[in-house]
């Protein structure tokens, strides 16, 4: 059973960049989609993007595209997340999910497997 930690969350401000790491346990790391959610306060966990087993292709969610990239090396069991131009609204803790399958879902409940989220805060 693969397992998640997510790293490289902290405090940013407006426009500024972050880099999020997910980093899986397991040797069949490979053969796992990605999916990368956030949840502000409030608010319901929303899917951001992902990537399939082989970091081939990659999806995102409209408020995210040409600001957000996600990118994966299966040699050393990560998936990342490349903010960039971060908004007040892009605030939210982020959590990668995994499953085993061959399409990338795009919804929670389609992931079994997640990690504990790392806090993301960008001051305006």
């Known amino acids: 059973q693969v397992q998640l930690v997510e790293s490289g969350g902290g405090l940013v401000q407006a426009g500024g960049s972050l880099r999020l790491s997910c980093a899986a346990s397991?040797?069949?790391?490979?053969?796992?989609?990605v999916g990368w959610f956030r949840q502000a306060p409030g608010k319901e966990r929303e899917f951001v993007g992902g990537?399939?087993?082989?970091?081939?292709?990659?999806y995102y969610t409209d408020s995210v595209k040409g600001r957000f990239t996600i990118s994966r090396d299966n040699a050393k069991n990560s998936v990342y997340l490349q903010m960039n131009s971060l908004k007040p609204e892009d605030t939210a803790v982020y959590y990668c999910?995994?499953?085993?399958?061959?399409?990338?879902?795009?919804?929670?409940?389609?992931?079994?497997?997640w990690g504990q989220g790392t806090q993301v805060t960008v001051s305006s």
């Open positions: 999910a995994a499953r085993r399958v061959v399409i990338v879902p795009t919804t929670r409940s389609q992931y079994d497997i």
């Open positions: 397991g040797r069949t790391f490979s053969n796992y989609v």
């Open positions: 990537v399939s087993r082989s970091g081939s292709t990659t």
